[in-house]
């Protein structure tokens, strides 16, 4: 008989999604992988259940999701909800007042600033709608699972430790080692805090889950953990969903009449976007009119040359276009009109829109560093991340010759091999259940 209960720890959704309303990168993991190890709980365990860290609670706490309802729905409506009850939105209002907030004990600036901390805003708003907390107790053959950014979080001591008191497995899934493979890529204080959770969290699990082979044979190299520690890849779902296409909203109505290949990715230095923006002033010159328009799909601010080099070519041709904010059912449209998409990123621990991409039958044009090949199956264009005139020459060739396009979308439409969430979450489950003992 199953027993026992997959504790999913989602405390890091409840941050994101208090200034956001669509999900991306890790949250997109963490959202899905909870809703669907809740339907699917397998036959070793009798439930998988989310829970999160409240501030200034002694232990994890629960609620009940059928007053939250499916939680790939909830959280994308929770800054709404919010909005609708009056909450405050995090940020304060002037840098002095952030100072004084950040130098009181947490407790104390968590009920005056809510905002501050997404759970404690939480707390807040489901006072509000009637929605108790339950507190969590591990038990013999419940297992832990870390789905998301297993380095962040002043609880995660406390709550490993009530777990191990418990002999409760713990398993993470570990999306990438990029802040030990090349730390310079963000500020040093986030490697050095990568660091000490791999030798903190890390060696205290019974198995690790990972997005790529490449993601955990770099964890292996790179971080000190125990010979004999399982880990295993669980391939992430890119499945375009199963529904119809709705109406072109206002918003994209522009756009997706015109022929576009399309990025989608955080605005920062490591995706190399730069590389793009110079490759399409080479094609306009070439091209002129003819050339496809580039959209840029995600959040961050371009700075620097990359700032001025969109204005330039905004100025010059016209053919640089950014959306921010983009929700689910806006990129799965961008996605069905796209010419074809980009992804030339200088390393990546998977590369999940190449995937997406390659799901829905669209060329991808991508640098093969990092997991990016693998994510791609081998069905990717490849292009030289440092050479944007390997990006023109691949796009020169399908502007020439359209026939060329359609047999490449063919041949990926015909070898490629889709994940859905199901499937990512049963590789999942099949990990955390291996952690528990038997007999």
């Known amino acids: 008989m199953p027993s026992g209960t997959i504790w999913i720890d989602i405390t ?46 002694s232990a994890p706490v629960t609620v009940d999701l059928a007053r939250l309802g499916p939680l790939t729905d909830f959280f994308p409506s929770l800054r709404v909800l919010y909005d609708d009850a009056g909450l405050p939105r995090a940020g304060h209002a002037s840098r002095p007042m952030k100072a004084l907030a950040t130098s009181m004990p947490r407790s104390l600036r968590y009920r005056l600033f809510p905002a501050d ?39 995660r001591r406390r709550l490993l430790d009530l777990a191990g008191s418990a002999d409760v497995p713990i398993t993470a899934f570990v999306h990438d080692v990029l802040l030990l493979s090349h730390p310079e890529w963000l500020p040093g204080r986030h490697a ?6 791999c ?4 060696p205290r699990c019974a198995a690790i889950a990972g997005n790529s082979q490449e993601t955990l044979q770099e964890l292996r190299r790179l971080a000190r953990l125990p010979a004999d520690l399982p880990m295993q890849v669980c391939r992430l779902a890119d499945l375009a969903p199963d529904q119809p296409p709705g109406e072109v909203s206002e918003r994209l109505s522009s756009i997706v009449g015109q022929r576009y290949v399309m990025y989608v990715s955080t605005l920062i230095r490591r995706k190399n ?31 620097g040359e990359l700032a001025s080099e969109m204005a330039l070519e905004v100025a010059e041709g016209g053919r640089i276009v950014r ?24 390393g990546e621990g998977y590369g999940l829109p190449v995937a997406e991409a390659l799901s829905r039958g669209k060329v991808c044009l991508a640098s093969d560093r990092g997991a990016i090949g693998e994510a791609g199956a081998g069905l990717i264009d ?13 796009i020169g060739e399908y502007l020439e010759d359209p026939g060329r396009l359609a047999a490449r979308e063919a041949e990926i439409s015909a070898l490629y091999r889709p994940t859905n969430w199901s499937q990512t979450a049963r590789a999942v489950r099949s990990v955390i259940e291996g952690t528990i003992k038997h007999g």
Do not use: C
Request: glycine residues 10%; aromatic residues 14%.
């Open 12 to 57: 890091e959704l409840f941050d994101r999604f208090a200034v956001a309303t669509h999900p991306t990168g890790v949250s997109r993991v963490v959202m899905n992988l909870a809703e669907q190890l809740g339907q699917e709980p397998g036959d070793v365990f009798a439930a998988a259940r989310p829970l999160f860290w409240r501030p200034g609670a």
């Open 117 to 155: 901390n997404g759970v404690a805003l939480f707390a807040l708003w489901a006072r509000g709608a009637g929605i108790e907390f339950t507190p969590v107790e591990f038990v013999g053959g419940d297992g832990l699972f870390l789905p998301g950014s297993f380095w962040l979080g002043r609880y």
């Open 192 to 197: 050095e805090q990568f660091r000490r959770a």
């Open 199 to 202: 030798e903190a969290v890390l």
């Open 273 to 303: 976007h730069a590389l793009l923006v110079q490759a399409w002033r080479q094609l306009w010159r070439g091209w002129g009119p003819s050339t496809p328009y580039l959209l840029f799909v995600g959040g961050g601010a371009p700075s």
């Open 323 to 346: 959306l921010t904010d983009v929700d689910d059912r806006d990129l799965e449209t961008l996605y069905r009109h796209a010419w074809m998409t980009a992804y030339p990123s200088l």
């Open 382 to 394: 490849v292009i030289d991340p440092s050479d944007p005139a390997s990006v023109v020459a691949k």
